[in-house]
């Protein structure tokens, strides 16, 4: 423990990445670039999501890490582990006795409360990445709010496959403002985006960017008229807990064609399953 | 009573018919360090106008183009331009934001090279919608709807919507630039070299289509061009340039068939006979 400082970075990097934090909150939706650390795991493991749950955490907190909704992955393991040993919190695995909830790719089931902080690791935050590749040309769509060429990708979506095939990291207006992306989390979670009553925090570390949702914002899927925004899931049940409104994994079982829908969110199948369901 | 309302009506009418220049431009000069870009060029473009700038390369055409259009920023001059909502308005000044709004409604721009104005991995009806969503139409049906027309519009077959422009020709994929850009309805449309590395035959049936469309809708157009024959049938004015000087302006026929300027008088005997 001694060999730490609490949380494993330093005051004045904790100090650097809160002010991007408010900043953040202050324009909800908007890209703040900060100092990304080198931290001891590889980016795309969490790098960002890591530094911003370091830099709000608090010994009193109460730590849950998920990765793809699951608690007993590889990455949320090593994630748990890691403030566990360098800032001594303690964790949990039940969302709702969480104050600070460390996400890859989902959104929890349980709805989360004004207590909570929900922290996500962002592999890549700008919308416009794959249309645009020219960062100062897109700080300057974001500037002026010229959304056109985001709308041009859904276009493309339906014009290729008869609706918008995009199924994760579904690109979202913020409070009538900015374009954001939710990071890959599937679409099935965006309507949880919306008025949540928790903050919303987005750490990107390879590309050194954090934006932020505060409490109670408005969160616009994109869509059109006449195709509208659809939370699509496994048309199925759980295997495990019987769940339809969850949001489903499915795995294989066998090299013949076996297969199951299972939760995602192993902590929401796991209390269900015990509460007999 | 009578009188009063007839000197009413009449202020009226006059208020309404006034005519105004719809780009109004006065001195406008652009240096690249000692060198000059273009200097001291003044005209005004009336509505449905096709001005052709012609000159030899290094003249100064795309400087100019490039200022009119606000791609480059003049070092002199004014820029008025009539808005539909707020009549004329000095297009050097104004915020960035309304710079952009201008160059995706009423303003259009069609690029030599078509790469430069088509987004190579968007298809043809995304590349015509944009303009409509980045306008604010949210409706896909209505979108795709209207792209189809204007493909047709340009000759090309509408079924190829779905098609990406590298599976196009160079005159369709020019075609394709010019419907993505007219999809909004612009009253001023700026071309550089449109029919540039363009073969003849394919040039011919641009020009027979860029003049359809020109004289259907009513378009102003600002035209550079080293291509006489191109301006011969595209513009109403014409001025020639030459070394960042206007030289020579005035009716197209009327500069073609009497050259006053020894450079314009080469200029046209140099056109090639066939």
Known sequence: MSEYNFAYLDEDTKRMI????????????????????????????????????????????????????????????????FFQRTAGVAVTERTTDATIIQTRHRIPEMPLTENQILVYQVPIPEPMRFLEPRETETRRIHALADYGLMQVRLYEDI??????????????????????????????????????????????????????????????????????????????????????????????????????????????????????? | MMTQLAVADMTQAQAYTAPRPLLSVSNVGKRYGTRIGCTGVSFDLWPGEVL?????????????????????????????????????????????????????????????????GLRPGVSAGGNVGERLMANGARHYGDIRARAQDWLARVEIDPTRIDDRPGQFSGGMQQRLQIARNLVSGPRLVFMDEPTGGLDVSVQARLLDLLRGLVRDIGLSVVLVTHDLAVVRLLADRLMVMKGGHVIESGLTDQVLDDPQHEYTQLLVSSVLQV
Not at chain 1, 56 to 61: A, K, R, Y
Not at chain 1, 206 to 234: C, G, M, N, W
């Open chain 2, 52 to 116: 052709g700038i012609v000159g030899e390369s290094g003249s100064g055409k795309s400087t100019l183009l490039g200022c009119l259009s606000g791609q480059l920023r003049p070092d002199a001059g004014e820029v008025l331009f009539d808005t539909r909502d707020q009549g004329p308005q000095d297009t050097l000044n104004m915020s960035e934001a309304e710079r952009r709004h201008l160059g995706r409604t009423d303003w259009a721009f069609v690029h030599q090279n078509p790469r430069d």
């Open chain 1, 18 to 81: 809160r002010r991007a934090i408010l900043k953040g909150i202050a324009v909800p939706g908007y890209q703040v670039p900060f100092a990304s650390r080198e931290m001891p795991m590889p980016y795309g493991w969490g790098t960002g999501g890591v530094q911003v749950t370091a830099a709000t955490l608090i010994p009193e907190d109460v730590l849950k890490v998920i990765d793809q909704g699951a608690d007993d992955t590889t990455n949320a393991v090593s994630i748990r582990k």
């Open chain 1, 159 to 277: 014009a290729r496959h008869g609706e918008i095939a995009t199924s994760y990291a579904y690109p979202v207006e913020v409070a009538g403002r900015y374009v954001m992306d939710p990071s890959p989390i599937p679409k099935f979670d965006n309507p949880k985006l919306d008025d949540c009553p928790a903050i919303q925090l987005f750490g990107a570390g390879r590309e050194q960017r954090i934006y932020a949702l505060p409490p109670h914002t408005r969160v616009h899927s994109l869509d059109f008229d006449d195709y509208p925004f659809v939370a699509s899931k496994a048309e199925h049940a759980c295997a495990i807990c019987g769940s339809e409104a969850s949001y489903l994994d499915e795995v294989i079982t066998d090299d013949s064609g076996g297969r199951m829908f299972v939760c995602s969110d192993t902590d929401y199948c796991a209390q269900r399953a015990e509460g007999g369901a």
